[in-house]
């Protein structure tokens, strides 16, 4: 009998640990609110030592996972495999969520820092009156050229890409409203364009870029830039802001004929168990020193127009990253088309890249 008792005890003390541990597993992959914040962004996105200090002050632990376009966001959210508290997608990806009813109203009253925030970056037509999301940063799609790989040249337009002379030396990104816009916007017309003419035009004129072309890479471009491997980058000006800063001989543009102005803003998914810590987390990466010291990591353009007097003089007054009112009034934001005209947009995008081959 003692030795039977001995044997249940055992058992039972194993169980206990085994169920400690599954806790735990659950609480690091998302499972569980309360304590836990699970946390959904673009990869190096945010600045490590951030989550460190929210942790500390908060006592909340965050959970921490990262994806590579809204489309993988959008599908992974869509899907309710694993609960998020926060996501942080771009403008046409927030209409898109607030439309399929996969995000719940920010409640601002619990974001007094909201008040740091520039009025232009607030109440835009993706989400009027920032109803179900908070600005995080901005940036545009603009070209970094290396004047010393092209006899001098400047291009200053996207027209000038199509020049014969840039043969072989322009890395284009690898996103198909990013190439497709750039060939609109360099014909005269929307990069939100859905007429099929124009549409078609469009994938003809790149086409035409071909002879110009030396990839169509993802985030390598920036190491290709940087090594001066092709003398044109079509890129986000955040990656433009990094590949600056590891070759001086580099240069960003915004394109004469206009271009994108994104926007990634803060949102709280539907399936979130975490709405406090939610508030919280956006409240806090909303005070001036936290956006600050983020930007300065990430080197995308900050909507915080408190942490912008924070930063050194030669990055808030650099008109590259930092354009005037002017300028941002002339770039397009991308509209949700939806998933047919986005598929077709892929498409042409697709058969490009395969004349491209």
């Not at 673009?42 to 376009?69: A, C, H, M, N, R």
């Not at 009813?101 to 109440?123: A, E, G, T």
Request: without cysteine; proline residues 4%.
């Amino acid at each position: 009998m003692k030795k039977l008792i001995q044997l249940f005890v055992t058992i039972f003390l194993i169980s206990g640990v085994i169920l400690f541990a599954l806790n735990r597993l659950n609480a690091t992959q998302g499972y569980s609110g309360g304590n836990v914040l699970n946390i959904y962004n673009w990869g190096d996105y945010i600045d490590p030592d951030l989550i460190d200090q929210f942790e500390e002050e908060s006592g909340i632990k965050v959970v921490y996972q990262t994806f590579d376009s809204n489309e993988a966001m959008l599908t992974k959210i869509e899907q309710g495999g694993t609960t998020y508290d926060i996501a942080v997608p771009s403008d046409y990806a927030i209409a898109k969520m607030i439309e399929e009813d996969l995000v719940i109203p920010i409640d601002q009253s619990k974001i007094p820092n909201l008040k740091h925030i520039d009025d232009r970056f607030l109440d835009l037509p993706f989400d009027p009156g920032n109803q179900y999301s908070i600005p995080y940063f901005w940036g545009t799609v603009g070209i970094v050229y290396n004047q010393k790989l092209l006899d001098g040249k400047e291009p200053t337009s996207w027209e000038d890409l199509w020049d014969p002379a840039f043969k072989n030396q322009i890395l284009l990104a690898d996103g198909a409203r990013e190439v497709m816009g750039m060939s609109l916007n360099s014909l005269g017309y929307s990069l939100n364009e859905t007429d099929e003419d124009k549409l078609q035009e469009a994938k003809a004129n790149l086409m035409d870029l071909t002879p110009n072309v030396k990839a169509i890479v993802g985030d390598e471009i920036k190491l290709l830039l940087a090594n001066e491997e092709a003398g044109i980058g079509v890129v986000w000006s955040g990656d433009a802001n990094e590949i600056m800063s590891e070759n001086e001989d580099l240069n960003y543009v915004i394109p004469s004929e206009g271009s994108n102005v994104w926007f990634d803003n803060v949102v709280i998914p539907k399936t979130a168990e975490n709405v406090e810590g939610a508030h919280a987390f956006i409240n806090f990466m909303l005070r001036p020193d936290i956006a600050a010291k983020n930007t300065d990591y990430v080197g995308y353009s900050t909507p915080n127009k408190d942490a912008l007097k924070l930063l050194d003089a030669e990055v808030r007054e650099d008109e590259r990253f930092y354009p005037d009112k002017a300028v941002t009034d002339t770039l397009e934001v991308y509209k949700n088309l939806g998933k047919k005209m986005l598929a077709h947009y892929n498409e042409l995008f697709l058969e490009f890249k395969m004349h491209k081959k």
